[in-house]
């Protein structure tokens, strides 16, 4: 393509992670003529880099508007893994066998009591567990601990096989996906298309636009206000794991996670640095969840290392998505700051933003839209 160069109208997702597949496929499906722009391998940064983790009632302090998003999306996972399967034939490991929150001592296990005390009349299957109670679900926690919070409806899916199901599904459904694309303007033309303009000078022409560029979004120069989203660095390990020992995610204070995979890796984590457009590992971060995880769980540190990698977590300004239309741009909408949660809220955000586009009524996002920003108490959306 030529500079200058215009293509046929359509709607154009810009990103090519979890969240714009997911988009674009939720699109594709009501029948829109879809195209993603992604600049480097799609979801490199984010997407690769998660563990996977399906945890709602772990991931919120409050209930709200941001956990029944959560909930809402979690509660659509099976048939979205399912559809993806019944398309591709490739699974990307679902399994709802539950999460581990422990409290390492007496003294942590008033924060698990206060937890419970307003997530139980939500969902009344989650309990709090002596250690032995604990030690029967997860055999690897042999170390020292006083209790547990157990939620039973929630997991994992392993994020890798994920991207790769939701690509060959867009490849069915003859989705094409330009890399290479770095996307650097976005403005609106008389003629009510929006125009997209990419770092060579290619312009291509657009009935609505879906901003799903992850921590990259905040680069791209819009009408109206910038939406701010800063890149969050998550260093993370995995080990190899003979047989299948380990058999639920478990979380440990102050930040820390080990996810049992299918293929016999067991993947820990994870650091939070705001260190900029970067990723980097090192043996400073990797200890700040390993030193926890020595009490806990001692011989999970005894398997071979695996391997070492990091990703950047899309956070915005007040770590909630950004989900809805500009009023600034009519036609261009935002799927971003997912910060912690891609993974978990990619089935739901496609859903929504396949429905704006389309017109329709999206009620559960209001509370993210992109104009909450400037209000005077953003904590009324948590």
């Known amino acids: 393509m030529t500079q200058g160069q215009s293509r046929q109208a359509e709607i154009l997702v810009v990103g090519g992670g979890i969240i714009g597949?997911?988009?674009?496929?939720?699109?594709?499906?009501?029948?829109?003529?879809?195209?993603?722009?992604?600049?480097?391998?799609?979801?490199?940064?984010?997407?690769?880099?998660?563990?996977?983790?399906l945890g709602p009632m772990n991931e919120t302090d409050r209930p709200g508007p941001f956990l029944d998003l959560m909930r809402q999306s979690l509660a659509l996972y099976p048939d979205f893994v399912s559809g993806l399967i019944e398309e591709t034939g490739l699974s990307p490991d679902l399994a709802l066998d539950g999460i581990l929150a422990v409290a390492p001592r007496a003294s942590d296990r008033a924060l698990l009591e206060r937890r419970l005390a307003w997530q139980r009349p939500i969902d009344p299957s989650v309990t709090l567990l002596s250690a032995p109670e604990a030690r029967a679900l997860e055999p690897s926690l042999t170390g020292d601990f006083d209790s547990a919070l157990w939620y039973p409806k929630e997991g994992h899916v392993f994020a890798p096989r994920l991207i790769k199901a939701l690509l060959g599904a867009l490849s069915r459904r003859s989705v094409p996906l330009e890399q290479g694309v770095t996307v650097s303007r976005i403005?609106?033309?008389p003629s009510g298309t929006l125009s997209v303009t990419d770092q060579a000078g290619n312009v291509r022409e657009a009935q609505a636009v879906v901003l799903a560029a992850?921590?990259?979004?905040?680069?791209?120069?819009?009408?109206?206000?910038?939406?701010?989203?800063?890149?969050?660095?998550?260093?993370?390990?995995?080990?190899?794991?003979?047989?299948?020992?380990?058999?639920?995610?478990?979380?440990?204070?102050?930040?820390?996670?080990?996810?049992?995979?299918?293929?016999?890796?067991?993947?820990?984590?994870?650091?939070?640095?705001?260190?900029?457009?970067?990723?980097?590992?090192?043996?400073?971060?990797?200890?700040?969840?390993?030193?926890?995880?020595?009490?806990?769980?001692?011989?999970?540190?005894?398997?071979?290392?695996?391997?070492?990698?990091?990703?950047?977590?899309?956070?915005?300004?007040?770590?909630?998505?950004?989900?809805?239309?500009?009023?600034?741009?009519?036609?261009?909408?935002?799927?971003?700051?997912?910060?912690?949660?891609?993974?978990?809220?990619?089935?739901?955000?496609?859903?929504?933003?396949?429905?704006?586009?389309?017109?329709?009524?999206?009620?559960?996002?209001?509370?993210?839209?992109?104009?909450?920003?400037?209000?005077?108490?953003?904590?009324?959306?948590?």
């Not at 939720?26 to 880099?49: D, F, K, N, Q, S």
């Open 214 to 382: 992850g921590a990259a979004l905040s680069a791209i120069d819009i009408p109206g206000p910038p939406v701010r989203i800063h890149p969050v660095n998550g260093q993370i390990l995995a080990v190899r794991s003979p047989g299948s020992f380990y058999r639920r995610v478990v979380f440990y204070p102050p930040h820390g996670y080990f996810v049992p995979k299918k293929d016999g890796t067991v993947v820990i984590g994870a650091t939070e640095e705001r260190i900029g457009a970067r990723t980097r590992v090192t043996p400073a971060g990797l200890l700040e969840f390993l030193a926890p995880l020595a009490p806990i769980a001692p011989e999970i540190l005894g398997h071979p290392l695996h391997h070492t990698w990091s990703g950047l977590r899309p956070c915005s300004e007040d770590a909630l998505p950004v989900l809805g239309p500009l009023a600034a741009c009519p036609g261009l909408f935002v799927a971003g700051g997912h910060y912690r949660n891609g993974i978990l809220l990619a089935p739901v955000t496609g859903e929504i933003l396949a429905d704006m586009v389309t017109g329709l009524a999206t009620p559960m996002a209001r509370a993210f839209s992109p104009e909450r920003f400037g209000r005077p108490s953003p904590e009324q959306f948590f």
């Open 21 to 53: 597949c997911a988009t674009a496929l939720a699109l594709a499906r009501r029948g829109h003529t879809v195209r993603i722009l992604e600049r480097a391998e799609p979801g490199g940064l984010a997407t690769h880099a998660a563990a996977g983790i």
């Open 187 to 189: 403005e609106r033309n």
